[in-house]
């Protein structure tokens, strides 16, 4: 029974000092995507992003992260230099593990380590989805409509591209302790991504009446909505640019990024030294 009861209290005593190392809160801030659409513009047609972070704080300058975000990326190639009349939207969902390095010592609750620049980088998969609205106004879905030729008869070595993908996301941030049980924290974080379609666009136009046959007149539209000639017989607005015309860049990959404020709370926290804490620094009367 005496062993039974040293283990529990062991148990015990090591999930107490893994809840002083842990933290959950929140991001809040802005997303925006860089891409066909948008090539070199940081920070262009951002938008709102928010989602929930958990950090793990392996010692004073490494930690352990878990995020999950959720934000809106959009492009319109209006503003740029050779338009093509293309613009999208699209809600992202990004789950991924993430590393911190401080620069400076650090734990939560310190009078003597309650600052540090950090660097971070990980792993992670996100969801999306491309919309554009149609001549009526209304938003389409862009991945089912192929509009480069995905999933048509005319087009085979064209295939649907996915809807989840891998993200790789790095970049820099600032933490700050304000008080025992609270951090806040300011970060940049770019997404490298292996897909080239978080817009729908990414390689050449094709013939938009053999589009308009297979996918129909919505998918035909939204392929190539510059127009250069309407048949006043028909009403028929013969489409801009010929099969095989660059409609975009298949060498570069998109890019999507977060960048805003974050809040953690320290869970477990104490109010009582104890002596099995072994995080507990006496000199600096502080918990770690």
């Excluded at 008080?179 to 991504?193: A, Y």
Aim: charged share 20%.
């Amino acid at each position: 029974m005496k062993k039974i009861i040293i283990i529990i209290c062991g148990i015990l005593i090591s999930l107490g000092s893994y809840a002083q190392r842990s933290e959950l809160g929140g991001f809040a801030g802005t997303s925006y995507y860089l891409g066909d659409l948008n090539p070199s513009n940081q920070f262009g047609s951002p938008n709102l992003a928010a989602g929930l972070i958990y950090r793990y704080n392996l010692n004073p300058h490494w930690a352990f992260r878990v995020n999950a975000i959720y934000g809106i990326l959009e492009g319109d190639d209006a503003d740029y230099s050779n338009p093509r009349n293309l613009s999208f939207r699209t809600n992202v969902f990004e789950f991924s593990t993430q590393i911190e390095l401080n620069f400076f010592e650090y734990f939560t609750g310190s009078k003597a380590h309650r600052f540090t620049p950090y660097i971070f980088g990980g792993v992670g998969v996100f969801f999306f989805n491309p919309q554009a609205k149609d001549i009526d106004g209304k938003w389409q879905d862009l991945q089912p409509l192929g509009t480069e030729g995905q999933g048509t008869i005319s087009y085979p070595t064209r295939k649907p591209y996915s809807l989840t993908q891998m993200a790789v996301p790095f970049g820099v941030g600032l933490k700050l302790s304000i008080s025992k049980t609270i951090c806040i924290g300011l970060e940049w974080g770019m997404r490298k991504t292996f897909t080239d379609y978080i817009d729908d666009v990414s390689t050449t136009y094709v013939d938009n009446i053999v589009l308009a046959a297979e996918k129909g007149k919505i998918a035909a539209f939204l392929a190539d909505k510059t127009t250069v000639l309407i048949n006043p017989q028909t009403g028929y607005a013969y489409p801009a640019h010929l099969e095989n015309t660059q409609r975009g860049n298949s060498e570069n990959n998109d890019w999507y990024s977060f960048a805003g404020f974050t809040i953690t709370f320290k869970l477990g926290a104490k109010t009582k030294p104890s002596c099995f804490d072994k995080g507990f620094n006496y000199k600096e009367n502080i918990y770690y």
